[in-house]
């Protein structure tokens, strides 16, 4: 039996080293370790050979030879075990961290990904941007172009204005008068004024909007430049694989800035961005809005009011050439009685001279008849007849000398009436050269509509 015993016990070896030991259910370090307790053959009874019979040996006994066997059995049934599980263990270990570095990578590119869509979609708004708010840019420097053209048009206006307001000055008198015409003048002059004035704040307005509409889409061009380094850096760090060779290690890379921003505050600033360019773009789209009504307005105000002077000057031009029809009309009656006048003269010193013969008749025959002698001398009929014609000679002498006198002053008078209207003919000549070869033909080089409106 102990044989069988012993084969019993070697026989179990072989089994478990031959096949794989069954799952444990409860973990082998978890077993209690079994305690035996083996006579060593130590101490001063021990001996060898034949002359120690009935003493202690030192030689072992089966039962310890087969515990031992046991034992090692059993340490190395353990060791084999535990050394399976490890190798389970590692090898699940190995293939969950081979799996969730994988997973990692794949959520990290997918990441990437969704991240360079952020980027490019703030990109393209960003370039959106900067391209629109160019475009505006461009809209309104030619807005301001217009302006400094309708400015240099109205600069020619107003020369004209002047021009006019001078040459008229030139005007001789009773001529020089504030007519209708020059206060057509001077209100288009305060006019053209104004509008130089109301041109030249909207030219400042103009540049002070175009200025920052520059800056603004400087700021959206440092932002579309970031984020199209960006993109790159991350299409590039999405690009990278396991089996790339430009892959390094880089311990120091783990750790955040602490300036780095955060995903809202990172869309804020583009967002941002956008909203102030938005808002300026809207900004310059009401100012050119507001540059061309001007410039309509300005324009037309500018015509209407050019052609309430062109009226003026051809109200007044015909108010002249009536007044100078006439004063040559009567210039042509004076010129007339004048001639008249003079016949009239020159018949009065006819008549009074033909009054010298019959006066000298009668005053020779008075004289004669105051030499008759004595009783003879008698103031007869004749004499009396005498002395009558003598007296009606010298009344009618002295009534013709009168006349006469009336006649050269009355011809003076016609004659100054012909100096004075001879003048005015000449003041109302040149009042109608200034007017209407000067004025009027200086005026045709008024800018016109489309020039006034900047083009």
Same mark, same amino acid.
């Given at each position: 039996s102990a044989v069988r015993g012993g084969l019993g016990t070697m026989a179990q070896p072989s089994i478990l080293l031959t096949k794989e030991p069954p799952p444990q259910t409860v973990p082998a370090s978890d077993l209690p370790m079994k305690v035996h307790e083996v006579a060593l053959n130590t101490g001063t009874d021990s001996s060898s050979g034949l002359a120690t019979a009935g003493f202690r040996t030192p030689k072992y006994l089966p039962t310890e030879w087969h515990l031992n066997n046991s034992e090692l059995y059993q340490k190395a049934f353990s060791g084999c075990e535990q050394a399976e599980r490890h190798r389970a263990e590692a090898k699940d270990l190995a293939e969950y961290a081979a799996a969730a570095a994988q997973r990692a990578q794949q959520d990290s590119t997918a990441a990437l990904g969704q991240r360079l869509q952020d980027i490019q979609f703030w990109k393209t708004?960003? !370039?959106?941007?900067i391209e629109e708010l160019d475009a505006e840019t461009r809209l309104l420097a030619a807005q301001k172009l217009r302006l400094q053209k309708a400015l240099?048009?109205?600069?020619?206006?107003?020369?004209?204005?002047t021009d006019n307001l001078q040459c008229r000055d030139r005007r001789?008198?009773?001529?020089?008068v504030c007519d209708e015409v020059e206060r057509e003048l001077l209100k288009e002059a305060e006019l053209i004024r104004n509008i130089q004035e109301l041109l030249k704040r909207t030219l400042v307005q103009a540049g002070n909007q175009m200025q920052s509409n520059r800056d603004h889409k400087a700021f959206c061009e440092m932002d579309w430049s970031d984020k199209v380094e960006t993109f790159n850096i991350d299409d590039k760090c999405g690009k990278y694989s396991n089996q790339s060779t430009n892959? !390094?290690?880089h311990p120091s890379s783990v750790k955040s800035e602490e300036s780095a921003s955060n995903p809202e505050t990172w869309a804020k600033f583009s967002h941002d961005n956008i909203s102030r360019a938005e808002r300026e773009k809207l900004a310059s789209i009401n100012l050119r809005a507001l540059i061309d009504s001007i410039l309509h307005d300005t324009s037309q105000d500018m015509r209407n009011q050019c052609a309430a002077v062109n009226e003026a000057f051809f109200k007044r031009c015909e108010e002249l050439d009536d007044a100078k029809h006439k004063l040559e009309y009567h210039l042509e009656k004076v010129l007339k009685d004048i001639g008249h006048?003079?016949?009239?003269?020159?018949a009065l010193k006819q008549a009074i001279k033909d009054k010298e013969a019959p006066m000298k008749v009668a005053q020779t025959r008075l004289y004669d008849r105051s030499f008759r002698p004595n009783v003879d001398l008698c103031r007869d009929e004749a004499q009396f007849r005498l002395i009558s014609e003598v007296e009606e000679l010298t009344e009618s002498i002295n009534s013709l000398k009168k006349k006469l006198l009336e006649a050269e002053q009355t011809l003076r008078?016609?004659?100054?009436?012909?100096m004075n209207l001879e003048k005015e003919i000449a003041v109302k000549t040149n009042s109608i050269f200034i007017d209407r070869q000067k004025c009027m033909t200086h005026r045709k080089r008024y800018p016109d509509v489309n020039k006034l409106l900047g083009y």
């Open positions: 708004e960003l !370039q959106r941007e240099y048009a109205s600069e020619l206006s107003y020369a004209i204005v001789q008198a009773p001529d020089l892959i !390094q290690f006048q003079e016949a009239n003269i020159a008078n016609l004659e100054d009436t012909r």
